[in-house]
T-cell receptor, first 118, second 111 residues
Framework: EAQVTQNPRYLITVTGKKLTVTCSQNMNHEYMSWYRQDPGLGLRQIYY???????DKGDVPEGYKVSRKEKRNFPLILESPSPNQTSLYFC?????????????????FGPGTRLTVT | TQLLEQSPQFLSIQEGENLTVYCNSS?????LQWYRQEPGEGPVLLVT?????EVKKLKRLTFQFGDARKDSSLHITAAQPGDTGLYLC???????????FGTGTKLQVIP
Protein backbone atom coordinates (compact mmCIF):
# COMPACT_ATOMS: atom_id res chain seq x y z
CA GLU A 1 0.00 0.00 0.00
CA ALA A 2 1.31 3.44 -0.99
CA GLN A 3 1.67 5.51 2.12
CA VAL A 4 3.50 8.05 4.21
CA THR A 5 4.22 6.96 7.76
CA GLN A 6 5.15 9.11 10.72
CA ASN A 7 6.38 8.14 14.16
CA PRO A 8 5.52 8.72 16.86
CA ARG A 9 1.85 9.66 16.47
CA TYR A 10 1.74 11.31 19.88
CA LEU A 11 4.58 12.75 21.92
CA ILE A 12 4.70 14.69 25.17
CA THR A 13 8.09 16.06 26.08
CA VAL A 14 9.75 18.75 28.14
CA THR A 15 11.43 21.96 27.09
CA GLY A 16 14.95 21.47 25.81
CA LYS A 17 14.90 17.70 25.32
CA LYS A 18 15.97 16.90 21.77
CA LEU A 19 13.53 14.87 19.73
CA THR A 20 13.15 13.46 16.24
CA VAL A 21 9.94 12.75 14.36
CA THR A 22 10.47 10.25 11.58
CA CYS A 23 8.79 10.28 8.18
CA SER A 24 9.00 7.60 5.53
CA GLN A 25 7.32 7.15 2.14
CA ASN A 26 7.23 4.08 -0.12
CA MET A 27 6.21 5.80 -3.36
CA ASN A 28 9.70 6.78 -4.57
CA HIS A 29 8.72 10.45 -4.46
CA GLU A 30 11.42 13.06 -4.87
CA TYR A 31 9.65 15.84 -2.97
CA MET A 32 9.02 15.67 0.77
CA SER A 33 7.86 18.34 3.15
CA TRP A 34 7.03 19.05 6.78
CA TYR A 35 4.10 21.19 7.95
CA ARG A 36 2.74 22.27 11.26
CA GLN A 37 -0.96 22.84 11.80
CA ASP A 38 -2.28 25.23 14.43
CA PRO A 39 -5.89 26.33 14.99
CA GLY A 40 -6.87 29.22 12.76
CA LEU A 41 -3.54 29.20 10.92
CA GLY A 42 -4.01 26.31 8.52
CA LEU A 43 -0.92 24.37 7.48
CA ARG A 44 2.42 26.15 7.46
CA GLN A 45 5.41 24.72 5.69
CA ILE A 46 8.51 24.17 7.84
CA TYR A 47 11.04 22.60 5.46
CA TYR A 48 10.95 20.80 2.16
CA UNK A 49 13.28 18.64 0.16
CA UNK A 50 13.45 18.13 -3.60
CA UNK A 51 15.73 15.13 -3.43
CA UNK A 52 18.48 13.45 -1.42
CA UNK A 53 20.74 16.03 0.21
CA UNK A 54 18.60 18.91 -1.17
CA UNK A 55 16.58 20.75 1.47
CA ASP A 56 15.25 24.28 1.84
CA LYS A 57 13.36 26.42 4.31
CA GLY A 58 9.63 26.87 4.25
CA ASP A 59 7.80 29.70 5.98
CA VAL A 60 8.43 28.69 9.61
CA PRO A 61 11.83 26.93 9.84
CA GLU A 62 13.05 28.47 13.11
CA GLY A 63 13.76 25.86 15.76
CA TYR A 64 13.68 22.92 13.35
CA LYS A 65 16.21 20.90 11.40
CA VAL A 66 15.79 18.29 8.70
CA SER A 67 17.97 15.88 6.78
CA ARG A 68 17.47 13.84 3.61
CA LYS A 69 20.09 11.13 3.48
CA GLU A 70 17.81 8.61 1.79
CA LYS A 71 15.06 9.22 -0.71
CA ARG A 72 12.37 7.56 1.39
CA ASN A 73 13.13 9.22 4.75
CA PHE A 74 12.82 12.83 5.88
CA PRO A 75 13.14 13.19 9.67
CA LEU A 76 12.23 16.39 11.51
CA ILE A 77 14.55 17.29 14.36
CA LEU A 78 13.83 19.64 17.24
CA GLU A 79 17.17 20.25 18.93
CA SER A 80 15.74 22.20 21.88
CA PRO A 81 11.95 22.10 21.83
CA SER A 82 9.98 24.95 23.34
CA PRO A 83 6.28 25.21 24.27
CA ASN A 84 5.54 27.30 21.16
CA GLN A 85 6.40 24.22 19.10
CA THR A 86 3.41 22.41 20.55
CA SER A 87 1.46 21.59 17.42
CA LEU A 88 0.17 18.95 15.02
CA TYR A 89 2.87 18.02 12.50
CA PHE A 90 2.37 16.50 9.06
CA CYS A 91 4.85 15.02 6.66
CA UNK A 92 3.96 14.86 2.97
CA UNK A 93 5.50 13.57 -0.24
CA UNK A 94 4.90 14.29 -3.89
CA UNK A 95 6.36 13.29 -7.25
CA UNK A 96 8.36 15.84 -9.22
CA UNK A 97 7.22 16.65 -12.76
CA UNK A 98 9.85 16.49 -15.45
CA UNK A 99 12.48 16.66 -12.75
CA UNK A 100 11.86 20.35 -12.19
CA UNK A 101 8.67 20.92 -10.31
CA UNK A 102 6.45 19.28 -7.75
CA UNK A 103 3.88 22.04 -7.77
CA UNK A 104 0.48 20.93 -8.99
CA UNK A 105 1.11 17.29 -8.19
CA UNK A 106 -0.80 15.66 -5.39
CA UNK A 107 0.82 15.72 -1.99
CA UNK A 108 0.31 12.56 0.05
CA PHE A 109 0.16 13.27 3.74
CA GLY A 110 1.06 11.14 6.71
CA PRO A 111 -1.37 10.67 9.62
CA GLY A 112 0.17 13.42 11.73
CA THR A 113 2.19 13.66 14.94
CA ARG A 114 0.69 15.52 17.86
CA LEU A 115 3.52 17.07 19.86
CA THR A 116 3.15 18.69 23.26
CA VAL A 117 6.10 20.50 24.81
CA THR A 118 5.71 21.39 28.49
CA THR B 1 5.10 34.81 1.21
CA GLN B 2 1.88 34.69 -0.77
CA LEU B 3 -1.18 34.51 1.48
CA LEU B 4 -4.42 32.63 0.99
CA GLU B 5 -7.41 33.65 3.05
CA GLN B 6 -10.41 31.38 3.35
CA SER B 7 -13.95 32.25 4.35
CA PRO B 8 -15.95 31.47 6.25
CA GLN B 9 -13.75 30.05 8.97
CA PHE B 10 -16.58 27.88 10.31
CA LEU B 11 -19.78 26.67 8.73
CA SER B 12 -22.49 24.53 10.30
CA ILE B 13 -25.40 23.54 8.08
CA GLN B 14 -28.20 21.02 7.85
CA GLU B 15 -27.99 18.01 5.59
CA GLY B 16 -29.33 18.85 2.13
CA GLU B 17 -28.34 22.52 2.13
CA ASN B 18 -25.99 24.09 -0.40
CA LEU B 19 -22.87 26.02 0.57
CA THR B 20 -19.93 27.89 -0.91
CA VAL B 21 -16.52 28.44 0.61
CA TYR B 22 -13.97 30.89 -0.71
CA CYS B 23 -10.21 31.13 -1.09
CA ASN B 24 -8.85 34.60 -1.82
CA SER B 25 -5.49 36.23 -2.36
CA SER B 26 -4.08 39.56 -3.46
CA UNK B 27 -1.51 37.64 -5.54
CA UNK B 28 -1.90 35.79 -8.80
CA UNK B 29 -1.47 32.03 -8.54
CA UNK B 30 -0.45 29.78 -11.39
CA UNK B 31 -2.75 27.12 -9.99
CA LEU B 32 -4.64 26.24 -6.83
CA GLN B 33 -5.50 23.02 -5.09
CA TRP B 34 -8.30 22.07 -2.72
CA TYR B 35 -7.81 19.49 0.02
CA ARG B 36 -10.19 17.98 2.55
CA GLN B 37 -9.00 16.91 5.97
CA GLU B 38 -11.05 14.67 8.24
CA PRO B 39 -10.45 14.60 11.99
CA GLY B 40 -7.36 12.62 12.95
CA GLU B 41 -6.08 12.35 9.39
CA GLY B 42 -3.90 14.20 6.93
CA PRO B 43 -5.35 16.30 4.09
CA VAL B 44 -6.41 14.55 0.90
CA LEU B 45 -6.36 16.25 -2.49
CA LEU B 46 -9.75 16.94 -4.08
CA VAL B 47 -8.82 18.92 -7.18
CA THR B 48 -6.23 21.11 -8.89
CA UNK B 49 -7.35 24.08 -10.99
CA UNK B 50 -4.84 25.61 -13.39
CA UNK B 51 -6.64 27.89 -15.87
CA UNK B 52 -8.35 31.19 -15.06
CA UNK B 53 -12.13 30.70 -15.22
CA GLU B 54 -11.81 26.93 -15.01
CA VAL B 55 -14.68 24.97 -13.47
CA LYS B 56 -14.24 21.39 -12.29
CA LYS B 57 -16.86 19.11 -10.87
CA LEU B 58 -16.39 16.19 -8.52
CA LYS B 59 -19.83 14.65 -7.90
CA ARG B 60 -21.64 17.24 -5.75
CA LEU B 61 -18.59 19.48 -5.44
CA THR B 62 -17.95 22.28 -7.96
CA PHE B 63 -14.62 24.10 -7.97
CA GLN B 64 -14.02 27.37 -9.77
CA PHE B 65 -10.80 29.28 -10.38
CA GLY B 66 -11.26 33.03 -10.79
CA ASP B 67 -10.60 34.65 -14.14
CA ALA B 68 -7.75 36.67 -12.65
CA ARG B 69 -6.37 33.59 -10.85
CA LYS B 70 -6.48 35.34 -7.49
CA ASP B 71 -9.39 33.45 -6.01
CA SER B 72 -11.19 30.15 -6.02
CA SER B 73 -14.45 28.79 -4.69
CA LEU B 74 -15.84 25.43 -3.70
CA HIS B 75 -19.58 24.89 -3.94
CA ILE B 76 -21.23 21.84 -2.40
CA THR B 77 -24.73 20.90 -3.49
CA ALA B 78 -27.02 19.01 -1.11
CA ALA B 79 -24.42 18.62 1.62
CA GLN B 80 -24.20 15.29 3.41
CA PRO B 81 -22.71 14.38 6.81
CA GLY B 82 -19.84 12.72 4.96
CA ASP B 83 -18.80 16.16 3.68
CA THR B 84 -17.90 17.21 7.23
CA GLY B 85 -14.26 18.20 7.52
CA LEU B 86 -11.71 20.94 7.11
CA TYR B 87 -11.40 22.31 3.58
CA LEU B 88 -8.04 23.80 2.66
CA CYS B 89 -6.89 25.59 -0.45
CA UNK B 90 -3.22 25.57 -1.40
CA UNK B 91 -1.01 27.30 -3.92
CA UNK B 92 2.64 27.86 -4.83
CA UNK B 93 4.24 29.64 -1.91
CA UNK B 94 6.43 32.30 -3.48
CA UNK B 95 9.36 29.97 -3.97
CA UNK B 96 9.15 27.56 -6.88
CA UNK B 97 8.88 24.53 -4.65
CA UNK B 98 7.20 26.13 -1.63
CA UNK B 99 3.57 25.53 -0.79
CA UNK B 100 1.17 27.92 0.91
CA PHE B 101 -2.03 26.70 2.50
CA GLY B 102 -5.07 28.75 3.32
CA THR B 103 -6.39 29.13 6.82
CA GLY B 104 -9.12 26.56 6.22
CA THR B 105 -12.91 26.31 6.44
CA LYS B 106 -14.28 23.91 9.02
CA LEU B 107 -17.54 22.45 7.76
CA GLN B 108 -20.04 20.57 9.88
CA VAL B 109 -23.06 18.96 8.20
CA ILE B 110 -25.76 18.05 10.68
CA PRO B 111 -27.96 15.04 9.84
Amino acid sequence: EAQVTQNPRYLITVTGKKLTVTCSQNMNHEYMSWYRQDPGLGLRQIYYSMNVEVTDKGDVPEGYKVSRKEKRNFPLILESPSPNQTSLYFCASSPMTSGTSSWGNEQYFGPGTRLTVT
Amino acid sequence: TQLLEQSPQFLSIQEGENLTVYCNSSSVFSSLQWYRQEPGEGPVLLVTVVTGGEVKKLKRLTFQFGDARKDSSLHITAAQPGDTGLYLCAGPGGGYQKVTFGTGTKLQVIP
